[in-house]
């Protein structure tokens, strides 16, 4: 049995999972106070990150959305990684669903000739930190950062991958 889930471009059927999952993992799980008013590209996902190089995707596992990742095109071959979510149960080497959210994504980088990878998290995603550095993303200073970067107000640690 394939314990894998599958990526599948968002398309609007997934609306409502994309947010619950999204906000339950904010709220609940890490105490962030946020709320759906405060992230209005979770409305407009269409118009917000399927531009230019920019996509969206969702991990589905017996028919649920189980993970979310996102490419915001920022202009200059560059990108913004966001919105990469994965639901608790399904994170680790069981289901690798963040391994295969962030490696699809990477391929359509690289596929759209993107150069740099950019993201922003914040400092209590440990365990976010080292899935980054373990697949190729180095720590940056936010001085480093594009202009055209978008800083969430939760963002203090930022890195970078140089897509090849």
Do not use: C
């Amino acid at each position: 049995m394939n314990n894998e889930p599958i990526v599948k471009e968002y398309s609007r059927e997934y609306q409502d999972q994309v947010v619950e999952l999204i906000l339950t993992i904010q709220q609940a799980e890490y105490n962030i106070p946020i709320t759906k008013g405060d992230q209005p590209d979770l409305m407009a996902i269409e118009d917000f990150y399927q531009t230019g190089n920019g996509n969206f995707w969702v991990a589905v596992y017996n028919d649920k959305v189980i993970g979310t990742i996102s490419l915001l095109d920022i202009g200059n071959r560059q990108v913004a990684l966001r919105k990469m979510f994965v639901e608790r149960d399904y994170r680790g080497a069981t289901f690798n669903a963040a391994r295969i959210l962030l490696n699809h994504a990477l391929r359509w980088a690289k596929e759209k000739s993107v150069k740099e990878v950019y993201l922003g998290t914040t400092p209590q995603f440990l365990a976010a930190h080292r899935f980054y550095e373990k697949n190729g993303f180095e720590s940056i200073d936010s001085d480093v950062l594009p202009e055209n970067f978008p800083i969430m107000a939760v963002d203090k640690k930022f890195y970078r991958y140089t897509v090849d």
